[in-house]
C-alpha cells in the first residue's frame, strides 16, 4: 500500500469512526415526529445558507453537525500529535467502522465489506453476483 492510500483509507475509518459513537438512532425520532418537522430537523444539522434550495449534493455535499464535530476532532488530534493519535486510535476506530455498518443495516459485520471507492465496491458486487441470461434488469 502507498502512503496515499494508507491516508486516504485512515482518514475515512476515522471519519466513520467518529460518526458510529455519535449518531443517533434515526428510527427513535422519526416516529413521533410529522414530516415537515423531520424535514427541519434534518436541514438543521447543516450550517447551509438558508436563501437557497442546495441541490449541489451530488458535487459536494455539506456536512450535518455529528459529522462535523467527528471531523473536528479527528482533526485536532492528527493536527496536535498524528503518529500518536493514530497509534492510540486507529485500531478502535477500523474496527467501529464494520461494527456501525452492520447495525445501520441490519446485518453482523463480518458482513461488512470495506472498499477504497464506490466504483471498487460494486465491481466486488457486481462480480460476485451469479446471473443468468434475462438477470441483468
Given at each position: 500500500m502507498d502512503r496515499?492510500?494508507?491516508?486516504?483509507?485512515?482518514?475515512?475509518?476515522?471519519?466513520?469512526?467518529?460518526?458510529?459513537?455519535?449518531?443517533?438512532?434515526?428510527?427513535?425520532?422519526?416516529?413521533?415526529?410529522?414530516s415537515f418537522e423531520?424535514?427541519?430537523?434534518?436541514?438543521?444539522?447543516?450550517?447551509?445558507?438558508?436563501?437557497?434550495?442546495?441541490?449541489?449534493?451530488?458535487?459536494?455535499?455539506?456536512?450535518?453537525?455529528?459529522?462535523?464535530?467527528?471531523?473536528?476532532?479527528?482533526?485536532?488530534?492528527?493536527?496536535?500529535?498524528?503518529?500518536?493519535?493514530?497509534?492510540?486510535?486507529?485500531t478502535r476506530l477500523?474496527?467501529?467502522?464494520?461494527?456501525?455498518?452492520?447495525?445501520?443495516?441490519?446485518?453482523?459485520?463480518?458482513?461488512?465489506?470495506?472498499?477504497?471507492?464506490?466504483?471498487?465496491?460494486?465491481?466486488?458486487?457486481?462480480?460476485?453476483?451469479?446471473?443468468?441470461?434475462?438477470?441483468?434488469?
Amino acid at each position: 500500500m502507498d502512503r496515499r492510500a494508507f491516508l486516504v483509507r485512515t482518514g475515512v475509518l476515522l471519519g466513520a469512526g467518529g460518526l458510529a459513537t455519535r449518531m443517533p438512532p434515526l428510527r427513535a425520532h422519526a416516529a413521533s415526529t410529522t414530516s415537515f418537522e423531520q424535514w427541519e430537523a434534518v436541514r438543521a444539522q447543516f450550517t447551509l445558507t438558508h436563501d437557497r434550495i442546495h441541490m449541489a449534493g451530488f458535487l459536494l455535499a455539506s456536512h450535518p453537525t455529528p459529522v462535523r464535530e467527528a471531523i473536528e476532532t479527528h482533526r485536532r488530534g492528527l493536527d496536535e500529535n498524528p503518529a500518536e493519535y493514530l497509534h492510540t486510535n486507529g485500531t478502535r476506530l477500523e474496527g467501529a467502522v464494520p461494527q456501525a455498518a452492520a447495525e445501520y443495516v441490519g446485518g453482523h459485520p463480518t458482513e461488512i465489506a470495506l472498499t477504497d471507492s464506490t466504483t471498487m465496491g460494486l465491481g466486488l458486487l457486481y462480480g460476485g453476483l451469479a446471473l443468468r441470461e434475462g438477470q441483468e434488469s
